[in-house]
């Protein structure tokens, strides 16, 4: 009988704590929607406040996150529009580290560019927060994410190309587009990007040297 209560309480504290997990990381992911307040200026500061805004308006929702994206960035001008696109092109570019590529080889069991490129994009959807203590240490998504969240974000890469084109009411990309002043000031996370940062990984060695998310993800 003693046995059979010891068994009890020992599953009833695994419900418990995991139960606390999915919480915690629900209480993490999840931002009080706030009345946004425009600056004068388009900094990092004010990049990861439309960031924070569009991760509270969309609910998880990707689509919806896009366009709380574009309904407040149409609010600034277009130079604003465009320094919006150098800071994510900024950030992208310094998310282009072995380890973040790990972290989604772990994650997503597969690296491709395309993939790694939107895995980052996803990384700055997250918010200000998760990306910075990300790119520290990648085993802070282990207890920061949901194991079944979609790690990609494609779409983030054009909201500043229909913000410019509402704001400007251009059909036609030319010239003048965020995408291309960005380029053409040396910050294209493509073709032309930097080489990757930090030190190439083997497959075998990331369940030692990501153990965490290893055991989350895998």
């Not at 994206?69 to 320094?83: D, F, G, M, P, S």
């Amino acid at each position: 009988m003693r046995h059979k209560k010891i068994f009890i309480s020992l599953v009833l504290l695994t419900i418990i704590s995991c139960g606390k997990t999915k919480n915690d990381v629900k209480k993490i992911n999840k931002i009080e929607l706030k009345e946004f307040i425009k600056s004068d200026r388009m900094d990092k500061t004010e990049f990861w406040k439309l960031i924070e805004y569009s991760i509270a308006k969309s609910n998880n929702n990707k689509l919806l996150q896009e366009e709380a994206i574009v309904e407040k960035l149409v609010t600034y001008n277009a130079e604003q529009i465009i320094e919006f696109e150098k800071i994510f092109r900024e950030l992208v570019i310094e998310a282009d580290d072995f380890k973040i590529m790990a972290a989604q080889k772990v994650i997503e069991g597969y690296v491709s560019d395309d993939s790694y490129l939107y895995f980052r994009c996803w990384l700055i959807g997250k918010g200000e927060k998760i990306y910075t203590e990300t790119l520290k240490n990648p085993e802070f998504l282990a207890e920061n994410i949901n194991q079944d969240e979609e790690t990609y974000f494609e779409g983030l890469m054009y909201v500043a190309t229909s913000a410019y084109q509402k704001k400007t009411s251009k059909k036609e990309e030319d010239e003048t587009f965020p995408r291309t002043v960005c380029i053409e000031k040396g910050l294209d996370y493509d073709f032309g990007a930097p080489p990757t940062k930090g030190t190439d990984w083997r497959e075998e060695d990331l369940p030692k040297t990501y153990p965490k998310l290893w055991e989350v993800f895998n």
